[in-house]
């Protein structure tokens, strides 16, 4: 088992990441995602005004869905405060 470590510090250093909206909030107010360039959010609604945020600093916030069990990320476009997920990437198909 590891020792625990923040999340600024495991990643300092990296340029993308996935993760959900509270993780990239309390990045921002550390001031530790300046390395960041890009992430992909899901498993929560997102904010415009942490996309905005991120974007000032920045970073490029995309919003991803899927389920955990399966393919993961199944939708994803760069978030914009529309409530859509965007449209099915190439190999993967959707069915209502």
């Not at 942490?50 to 990320?73: D, M, P």
Request: aromatic share 4%.
């Amino acid at each position: 088992v590891r020792d625990k470590q923040p999340l600024a510090q495991m990643l300092h250093g990296c340029t993308h990441a996935s993760l959900v909206p509270t993780q990239l909030w309390r990045l921002l107010n550390d001031d530790a995602a300046v390395s960041l360039k890009a992430v992909l959010l899901g498993g929560a609604s997102i904010p415009v005004e942490l996309t905005e945020r991120a974007r000032k600093q920045g970073i490029r916030s995309f919003c991803g869905y899927g389920l955990t069990e399966f393919a993961s990320t199944v939708c994803a476009k760069e978030a914009d405060g529309a409530a859509d997920v965007g449209e099915a990437l190439p190999g993967r198909e959707v069915q209502i």
